[in-house]
């Protein structure tokens, strides 16, 4: 426990669920990435799973949330990686969300930037490899 932290970090709090909005532009996927709240990553929208809400609703939510993007959320997850935080693992259950509604206002707009790429670009940008893998996977789909 770091010393400023009065309580440890819940273990469900390692419990997270995330999404790869995606839509359809000229026969081509696009996905939407966001900027971690420092701005200084690109990620996916995602969080912990919320307490009486499934991983999948619990997606769709943060998506809302952290990139003012609504659509269809896929039934099973695509896939699920891995990163460090609060001094432990947290495990993420990745769904796809096919946009339908963008929100030119949203929660975390002042604090978060979204942007529109290839799936190339996406795999490019993130950091955690088996994000990138599920990206890359997701292109090979699309030819």
Same mark, same amino acid.
């Given at each position: 426990?770091?010393?400023?932290?009065?309580?440890?970090?819940?273990?469900?709090?390692?419990?997270?669920?995330?999404?790869?909005?995606?839509?359809?532009?000229?026969?081509?996927?696009?996905?939407?990435?966001?900027?971690?709240?420092?701005?200084?990553?690109?990620?996916?929208? @995602?969080?912990?799973? =919320?307490?009486?809400?499934?991983?999948? !609703?619990? *997606? #769709?939510?943060?998506? %809302? +949330?952290?990139?003012?993007?609504?659509?269809?959320?896929?039934?099973?997850?695509?896939?699920?990686?891995?990163?460090?935080?609060?001094?432990?693992?947290?495990?993420?259950?990745?769904?796809?969300?096919?946009?339908?509604?963008?929100?030119?206002?949203?929660?975390? @707009?002042?604090?978060? =930037?979204?942007?529109?790429?290839?799936? !190339?670009? *996406? #795999?490019?940008?993130? %950091? +955690?490899?088996?994000?990138?893998?599920?990206?890359?996977?997701?292109?090979?789909?699309?030819?």
């Amino acid at each position: 426990m770091v010393w400023w932290r009065k309580k440890p970090v819940p273990q469900w709090f390692y419990r997270q669920s995330g999404v790869i909005p995606y839509r359809v532009e000229k026969d081509k996927i696009e996905v939407l990435l966001i900027t971690s709240r420092r701005g200084k990553r690109w990620i996916i929208p @995602k969080g912990v799973v =919320e307490p009486g809400m499934s991983p999948a !609703e619990s *997606a #769709a939510k943060e998506a %809302r +949330e952290e990139a003012g993007v609504e659509g269809e959320i896929s039934a099973a997850p695509s896939g699920e990686y891995e990163y460090p935080k609060w001094e432990g693992i947290c495990k993420v259950e990745v769904y796809l969300l096919k946009v339908i509604t963008i929100h030119p206002e949203w929660p975390e @707009k002042y604090f978060r =930037e979204r942007r529109w790429m290839s799936l !190339e670009e *996406a #795999a490019r940008l993130v %950091r +955690e490899p088996e994000l990138k893998n599920l990206f890359w996977g997701l292109l090979e789909k699309q030819e």
